[in-house]
């Protein structure tokens, strides 16, 4: 883009965004012409909007670290034992910095559903199943996705359900590095 | 703590869209209705008022930060006191409650609580991945961050432990959809079957289109009052305004991540959660310890710690003791149709577990309309008598306050004076309670209003 010069008067224009040649307006503006701009329909335009953000795992970056490594981590009090499936930095209830600890690779199935629409960002995905897992020796879930199930034939079934983890060879640093199956579905 | 009136509200139209105003220009809508109904001018009303608090949920629905003062400014209310709050789905909520803080206190003889919500500035699914920004961003939004997913999966667990069918959380949608028929604010009016509701698409299992509210554009505004505040308004009015009392606040919460919720153990209920007529009860107490020998823990996913704690503040301050009997009407947060069969149980309108029955029971129905429905007991106590999120919309900021209009229109008797028909207008009505729900279940706040004897 070329610099404002600094004794510029007129203002350079350019072709990119919203452009209109022509809007309709009266062509004289007088005391009924005013009075009818109250009966003007609305501009509505597109207004795009993009950000790029930097996320810090910060102290659940283990976590992440792990999927990557194919490990499952929580966290767990080390008085009490209280364990999350979730990482979580403080216990709730005691207010002490949690450890980690490694947890089981297979779990049950607590609850599901089977996503048909969803956010922009997971539509092309649809139909997905989300999941909440529970693992023995954790006191809290954790929320992933089921495959291995059909998405079509959804049942309560599946609560109850023994599903073990299975880890993405590429990790893209985010939850989704581990997702479930069902636990007696064959390797691939 | 002082009395707290709650004279007036407005509610603008609620639609799709409103690219006719602005978010400012929608809120003053709702403002000068309830300005006009007490027969006050904007002037006059000015003069008199002391401060407001606005909500509105989410910056990114309207890209536009500090939207409060815009409104505050735009009714002008500047340089008097004002605030926003914000919290989810409970929002509107969380504002009616703060404006009766300030009343309460003696900070203001005369707030204004306002809220709004401008949702249809991005297309459905973009606002649906807004919405799930409402939930852990690290763990839970990037497994496939979709609301009606987190509800679903409750829906799922609460079928597991207790049988609750899909035919009984679509005869809430029935039920709902049919008294908007008669609402004219609502921005549905649609009669419904059964049938209709299961067989709309299935959005995430077992949640269709029509077990799940719409998003909206619209406003909703409140006036709260002190005795000193009610003298001033009804002097400048020159005449005597309906007396609608808030008498009971209660807001509780819970943790972000569904999978963070507690699984506590019978004793634990009992001495934190079970609401008087539970513990009273040696057959409920029985009940609930079958419950729990099944492997019932509590809250679970399955129900809102955060709204049973708000119903026992509300109902603690309001000298509530059982609910079902001593609630006129309820206005309560069903974005979902489940939502509403697992807030029947928090508010202690039926027991935990029995939320699926009730449903269909007829109990939470209105008098006098045909709902195409076999019900086995007459109403007791009507749920969304206006027709809720589901038929009247959720303008997320405004949605709270909705209710509290509706409820004060209600204990005021004067349906049908806004409605232009007098259906919905609940016989008598005497004492009413409002609840506003944020996701998946973190803030949620009972309000309970009753007509002055």
């Given at each position: 883009m070329a610099k404002n010069k600094t004794n510029e008067t007129k203002r350079e224009e350019n072709l990119e965004g919203t452009i209109v040649f022509n809007l309709p307006f009266p062509r004289k503006l007088d005391k009924e012409s005013l009075k009818a701009l109250k009966?003007?329909?609305?501009?509505?335009?597109?207004?795009?909007?993009?950000?790029?953000?930097?996320?810090?795992?910060?102290?659940?970056?283990?976590?992440?670290?792990?999927?990557?490594?194919?490990?499952?981590?929580?966290?767990?009090?080390?008085?009490?034992?209280?364990?999350?499936?979730?990482?979580?930095?403080?216990?709730?209830?005691?207010?002490?910095?949690?450890?980690?600890?490694?947890?089981?690779?297979?779990?049950?199935?607590?609850?599901?559903?089977?996503?048909?629409?969803?956010s922009e960002e997971f539509l092309p995905e649809t139909p997905f199943v989300l999941a909440l897992i529970e693992f023995e020796g954790a006191n809290t879930l954790f929320l992933t996705r089921l495959l291995g199930v059909d998405p079509h034939r959804a049942s309560l079934d599946w609560i109850g359900m023994r599903v073990r983890a299975r880890y993405i060879r590429n990790s893209k640093l985010k939850p989704t590095d581990v997702y479930f199956v069902p636990a007696e579905a064959k390797e691939e | 703590?002082?009395?707290?009136?709650?004279?007036?509200?407005?509610?603008?139209?609620?639609?799709?869209?409103?690219?006719?105003?602005?978010?400012?220009?929608?809120?003053?809508?709702?403002?000068?209705?309830?300005?006009?109904?007490?027969?006050?001018?904007?002037?006059?009303?000015?003069?008199?008022?002391?401060?407001?608090?606005?909500?509105?949920?989410?910056?990114?629905?309207?890209?536009?930060?500090?939207?409060?003062?815009?409104?505050?400014?735009?009714?002008?209310?500047?340089?008097?006191?004002?605030?926003?709050?914000?919290?989810?789905?409970?929002?509107?909520?969380?504002?009616?409650?703060?404006?009766w803080k300030a009343v309460s206190s003696g900070y203001m003889d005369v707030c204004a609580a306002y809220g709004?919500?401008?949702?249809?500035?991005?297309?459905?699914?973009?606002?649906?991945?807004?919405?799930?920004?409402?939930?852990?961003?690290?763990?839970?939004y990037p497994v496939g961050g979709f609301y009606s997913g987190y509800y679903a999966m409750m829906v799922t667990r609460h079928m597991k432990e207790f049988g609750t069918t899909v035919e009984q959380l679509a005869a809430v949608s029935v039920k709902n959809y049919m008294n908007a028929f008669y609402n004219p604010y609502a921005q549905k009016h649609q009669?419904?079957?059964?049938?209709?509701?299961?067989?709309?698409?299935?959005?995430?299992?077992?949640l269709t289109r029509l077990d799940i509210c719409v998003m909206?554009?619209?406003?909703?505004?409140?006036?709260?009052?002190?005795?000193?505040?009610?003298?001033?308004?009804?002097?400048?009015?020159?005449?005597?305004?309906?007396?609608?009392?808030?008498?009971?606040?209660?807001?509780?919460?819970?943790?972000?991540?569904?999978?963070?919720?507690p699984h506590d153990s019978y004793e634990k209920f009992m001495n934190s959660y079970a609401l008087p007529h539970e513990k009273e009860s040696r057959e409920t107490q029985a009940y609930y310890k079958k419950l729990w020998s099944r492997g019932f823990r509590y809250p679970g996913v399955h129900s809102f710690r955060a709204g049973r704690m708000g119903s026992k503040q509300a109902y603690q301050m309001a000298g509530i003791t059982d609910p079902l009997k001593e609630i006129d009407f309820v206005e309560?947060?069903?974005?979902?149709?489940?939502?509403?069969?697992?807030?029947?149980?928090?508010?202690?309108?039926?027991?935990?577990?029995?939320?699926?029955?009730?449903?269909?029971?007829?109990?939470?129905?209105?008098?006098?309309?045909?709902?195409g429905l076999k019900l086995k007991n007459k109403p007791i106590?009507?749920?969304?008598?206006?027709?809720?999120?589901?038929?009247?919309?959720?303008?997320?900021?405004?949605?709270?306050?909705?209710?509290?209009?509706?409820?004060?229109?209600?204990?005021?008797?004067?349906?049908?004076?806004?409605?232009?028909?007098?259906?919905?207008?609940?016989?008598?009505a005497k004492r009413g309670a409002i609840h506003s729900h944020a996701g998946t279940g973190t803030y949620v706040t009972v309000s309970i209003l009753e007509k002055e004897k």
């Open positions: 009966d003007m329909t609305p501009i509505v335009k597109r207004q795009p909007y993009h950000v790029e953000y930097l996320h810090s795992y910060a102290q659940d970056s283990p976590f992440f670290a792990g999927l990557t490594n194919r490990v499952f981590l929580g966290n767990r009090d080390p008085k009490t034992g209280y364990t999350y499936a979730t990482p979580r930095g403080a216990d709730m209830y005691t207010g002490n910095e949690t450890e980690w600890v490694r947890l089981p690779d297979e779990g049950t199935v607590h609850a599901f559903t089977v996503c048909h629409f969803g | 703590m002082r009395p707290v009136y709650a004279v007036s509200g407005g509610v603008s139209k609620f639609a799709k869209a409103r690219p006719d105003k602005t978010f400012q220009a929608v809120i003053k809508e709702a403002y000068d209705y309830a300005i006009n109904d007490i027969g006050l001018d904007f002037k006059q009303f000015t003069e008199i008022v002391d401060g407001s608090v606005s909500s509105y949920f989410s910056d990114h629905f309207s890209r536009q930060l500090m939207a409060g003062i815009m409104a505050h400014d735009y009714l002008g209310l500047c340089p008097k006191p004002g605030h926003r709050v914000e919290g989810g789905g409970a929002t509107g909520g969380i504002c009616f409650q703060e404006a709004f919500e401008t949702m249809s500035h991005v297309e459905t699914w973009k606002g649906n991945e807004f919405i799930a920004l409402a939930s852990d961003v690290s763990f839970d009669r419904l079957s059964i049938k209709d509701v299961r067989n709309s698409p299935m959005v995430a299992w077992p909206s554009d619209g406003a909703a505004a409140t006036i709260l009052c002190s005795e000193e505040g009610l003298a001033k308004l009804e002097k400048a009015a020159g005449k005597r305004l309906p007396r609608v009392k808030v008498t009971g606040i209660g807001r509780g919460t819970d943790a972000m991540r569904m999978s963070d919720r309560l947060h069903d974005a979902y149709t489940s939502s509403e069969i697992q807030t029947y149980e928090d508010m202690g309108l039926c027991r935990y577990g029995e939320g699926g029955p009730f449903a269909m029971s007829g109990k939470a129905f209105m008098p006098g309309i045909d709902y106590c009507p749920v969304n008598p206006s027709g809720g999120l589901i038929a009247c919309g959720h303008p997320v900021g405004a949605t709270g306050l909705m209710q509290a209009v509706f409820a004060i229109w209600q204990l005021q008797g004067t349906i049908k004076k806004h409605f232009k028909d007098a259906k919905l207008q609940i016989k008598d």
